[in-house]
DNA sequence: AGAATAGTGTCTCTCAGACATTATTTG
DNA sequence: CAAATAATGTCTGAGAGACACTATTCT
């Protein structure tokens, strides 16, 4: 190995103030980047990603997975580096950053170094894919939740508003979530709360939920 | 970078004789293995995972896509090995195989080196996949190509027979082939020769073909 | 009472899936 | 003319998408 350095960065998304944020270390400059970790040596490379940000976020993680490995050589002029990237997803509940990690909105980015932009633009992606077929929008959320506050989720994700009966059809429908006998009070009409059943996680991995 | 090494693997598909076949090189004793190259300094990833084959299959790459990395920390027994790992269709016209790589039919492989087994069933999960929704399927065939070979090759890669008339209109409606001036004479009646459109891949990939 | 949010049902249209017969060539 | 393969259309059922009003609570 002449030369190669490894290591693992991680996009972590979460909800805040009805918005898309992604958490962002200080670089060079006034520039921002991801949060990284070197491999350690018997370190599986999931390990090496929670570890970029442990300590830094007071939230159990909810969601990791890897996005993909960048590794062109000259996307780093330091040297040759690739970096096996993951992706984060934390409820909206937890997640204050602490230490030199900072929320920013999504559709207000700082400058980012190397390929990051790059990075996190394939990163939103993803999520709003995944958010078609799968159950990841859940993870954004606290583990109770109202109808409306999910659909609120699904919107600030995909960018667009849906209809409400059709989404509650058809989220009631894919059976993948369960009515708590809780309520939350607020303004109007209190809303039922909801809660992801665990078991529905399999099933609907295997089929889309929005077509 | 203490002693963690890394390499790419490529996982190659075609068919052969009516069934899908992989691309594997010998390893210690009597296993097999997934090719593989070491990654030089100034090398992009893809350029090492066309390197893993190169001179052996005689035929242009018709795919070539990042599976996954993977780092596990005892996944070989030599050392930390973090391998990304590369996804590669060659036509079926094409790709004899020479040197000391040999073509083995999916449905009796061989037993496979370290965790080379897992990898090569996450690539066919992923071609059948990507199949649905996307226009890999003609990746496998030559350049023009009749309706029934095509609808064979779906056949044998999801594994399951097809109805020729929804098949044959659901690829013809989405208008990612044409028809070209030829046929082709066998035992029965001639079919009509089709051609991929070039021009129609961009959109393909954003729909899905078989929901 | 008014403001705010929760909750609910129907219709239409598109599309997937099941299904059988005719057409053209070769030997 | 027999064997082989190509080519073609219809019906049905499920589900996506558009759409507006009633219910409950708080101030």
Redesign the pocket.
Known sequence: MTGILLNVHVVIFSLREDALHVLLAPAQGKNWQLPAAELKPDEPLEEAAARAFAGQVDSRLAHLEQLYTYGEPRRDPRGRLVSVVYFALVPSNAGQASGKLCWFRMDSLPPLAFDHTGIVTYALHRLRYKLEYSAVGFQLLPAEF????LQHTYEIILGERL????F???IL?AGIIEKTAG??????????LYRYRLDAVAEVKAR?L??
Chains 1, 2 share one sequence.
């Open positions: 109202t109808l409306s506050e209809d409400k009966r059709n509650r059809r058809r429908e309520h939350r009070t607020g303004e109007g009409r209190p809303a039922s889309r929005f077509p």
